[in-house]
């Protein structure tokens, strides 16, 4: 064997090492990719999860604030009512008062008329 063939079996198995190196370089670079996209796919079915109960405390959210306006709403019509009760209550204890003031003029108007009437004959 020459140098020259010694010289080209060093490099051919160089080659082949390189070679060798590379695919498994190769193969450790698509277990990555396999590995990395198993993880993209579990990512994007959380994220689809976390989606669909985002979508879920959305329609809750709108459902509560549509319960709280109509709450509101049936509060304000009961402190209207409340509000016309009160001047209703307010007119009846005024026309009370009233009826009482007239009340003791009438008696005593009649205190009146009974002394005045006492002293008339005929």
């Known amino acids: 064997m020459s140098p020259r063939d010694i010289s080209i079996?060093?490099?051919l198995?160089?080659?082949?090492?390189v070679v060798l190196t590379t695919m498994v370089i190769i193969e450790l670079s698509v277990?990555?990719?396999r590995s990395a996209g198993a993880g993209v796919k579990q990512s994007c079915g959380t994220i689809g999860s976390i989606r669909a109960r985002?979508?879920?405390m959305i329609r809750l959210i709108?459902?509560?604030?549509?319960?709280?306006?109509?709450q509101l709403a049936a509060a304000s019509d009961i402190s209207t009512s409340i509000s016309q009760i009160s001047v209703v209550i307010l007119n009846a204890s005024t026309s009370s008062e009233e009826?009482?003031?007239?009340?003791?003029n009438l008696a005593d108007g009649a205190d009146n008329l009974k002394t005045l009437t006492a002293n008339f004959s005929l």
């Not at 709108?62 to 109509?70: M, N, W």
């Not at 009826?99 to 003791?104: D, E, I, L």
């Open 9 to 11: 079996g060093v490099r």
């Open 13 to 17: 198995i160089a080659g082949v090492g």
């Open 31 to 33: 277990d990555n990719v």
């Open 54 to 56: 985002t979508g879920e």
């Open 62 to 70: 709108v459902t509560v604030s549509s319960d709280t306006s109509s």
């Open 99 to 104: 009826m009482v003031c007239s009340a003791k």
